[in-house]
């Protein structure tokens, strides 16, 4: 029982510090286009010293056992995302000379990584309904988050971007936003359970 405390204890930090659709809720129209900083982040249910955790219960244990098996399936596409990420934010702030580079990397790097992430994610089937209600909200929020990175792509291909893109993709990193932070909650709960 020691070796599942300790491994709730790595799945405690992992989740803290693996960015869970780590992307700017927002991207501000204007002569220079700005991607705000807030976005959703993992959860942080607090590191918790190893000698609190003691052995799981057996009514547990089949939870448990879940979690680490969807756990381990979700953070498979985890680069994707990350890779995803760090495009987005790096075009917070998109000038007039780094618009076409804008376009580039999210046509070429940033969509696409994304895509292969929500594919990935859809694939995971967890074996219980609260698992599986969770991560319903996880692939809701993400097809959210993507349909704003595609706005965001098309509003950064044209010379003279139409501010209405911008409002629209607005919409949809706000709505993706919010089902996503509601996962994190939802799955920070579900893994205190483990920890009582």
């Known amino acids: ?11 405690v930090v992992l989740f803290t510090f693996i960015p869970v659709l780590n992307l700017p809720a927002t991207i501000h129209a204007a002569t220079n286009t700005t991607l705000s900083n ?3 982040s993992t959860p942080e249910p ?6 609190t955790y003691n052995e799981i219960a057996p009514e547990l244990e089949q939870a448990f056992n879940d979690y680490v098996q969807y756990y381990n399936q979700y953070k498979e596409w985890v680069p994707y995302e ?28 940033a969509i696409p990584n994304y895509k292969k992430f929500l ?7 967890p074996n219980n309904t609260d698992l599986s209600t969770i991560h319903a909200q996880l692939i809701k929020g993400t097809t959210f988050q993507l349909e704003g ?4 792509q098309k509003y950064v291909s044209k010379q003279n971007p139409d501010p209405t893109i911008i409002k629209k993709a607005n919409i ?4 993706g936003q919010q089902l996503i932070s509601e996962f994190n909650d939802k799955i920070a709960l579900y893994n205190a359970q483990f920890s009582q």
């Open 172 to 175: 949809k990193f706000t709505q």
């Open 119 to 125: 594919s990935g994610i859809k694939q995971i089937k």
């Open 82 to 109: 990350t890779k995803a990420a760090t495009i987005l934010n790096k075009y917070k702030k998109v000038l007039a000379s780094t618009r076409k580079q804008a376009y580039s990397e999210m046509t070429t790097i």
């Open 1 to 11: 029982m020691k070796k599942q405390s300790l491994l709730v204890i790595i799945m």
């Open 46 to 51: 607090g590191y918790v010293e190893e000698d």
């Open 149 to 152: 990175m595609i706005l965001f």
């Open 38 to 40: 807030k976005s959703p």
